[in-house]
């Protein structure tokens, strides 16, 4: 089976301050049309998720500049460059091609 | 405006069954796969069952496979999920969602109670 392992877990971090979560796929994640559907969600408290980064490193309309992501094969990054309040929630990570999985998480608390 | 609406949940004793609707509208229905995803109360997302543009294609996680089944009505922009033989550990917030996860329902709450 396919695992999505995320870190750290649990990432309290300083307003203005960067943060970085990984994810690591147990294969690669590249398709056979030679894309790699990794995609990166928010889930604010009592909120529906909500996609950000599609494609490794495409930012979805809307999503601020702050977050990125890269990555490539088995390891995948987000990056956001100065945490805001309105950051804090669980972001996850998400093998878009057979079988779909999730990560299991991290969740972003400001310190 | 895009919008996924969800209905159908609600409290079921274990072995029962329910059917999931998931009205869409605001963007091209018919040309998407679709997704149910479901979270756990306090857990993580978990990734149910896609189907492609055209209904003839199916796919579940293993929990699932022989127990719920995945439908489209293009006509009806709509999307269904029938869950048979339900089991306490199927309760959850079950979400509507294009299969790459670009847009959300959200949400109808599944309770397996006795």
């Known amino acids: 089976d396919a695992l999505m392992t995320q870190s750290p877990l649990s990432l309290p971090v300083t307003l203005g301050q960067p943060a970085s979560i990984s994810c690591r796929s147990s294969q690669s994640l590249v398709y056979s049309d030679g894309n790699t559907y990794l995609n990166w969600f928010q889930q604010r408290p009592g909120q529906s998720p909500r996609r950000l980064i599609y494609e490794v490193s495409n930012r979805d309309s809307g999503v601020p500049d702050r977050f990125s992501g890269s990555g490539s094969g088995t390891y995948f990054t987000l990056k956001i460059s100065s945490v805001e309040a309105e950051d804090v929630g669980v972001y996850y990570c998400?093998?878009?091609?057979?079988?779909?999985?999730f990560g299991q998480g991290t969740k972003l608390e400001i310190k | 405006e895009v919008q996924l609406v969800e209905s159908g949940g609600g409290l079921v004793q274990p072995g029962g069954s329910l059917r999931l609707s998931c009205a869409a509208s605001?963007?091209?229905?018919?040309?998407?796969?679709m997704s149910w995803v479901r979270q756990a109360p306090g857990k993580g997302l978990e990734w149910v069952a896609n189907i492609n543009q055209d209904g003839s294609g199916k796919y579940y996680v293993d929990s699932v496979k022989g127990r719920f089944t995945i439908s489209r009505d293009n006509a009806k922009n709509s999307q269904y999920l029938q869950m048979n033989s339900l089991r306490a550990e199927d309760t959850a917030v079950y979400y509507c969602?294009?299969?790459?996860?670009?847009?959300w329902g959200q949400g109808t709450l599944v309770t397996v109670s006795s």
């Open positions: 969602a294009t299969k790459q996860g670009d847009y």
């Open positions: 998400m093998r878009g091609s057979h079988p779909y999985t």
């Open positions: 605001g963007f091209t229905f018919s040309s998407y796969w």
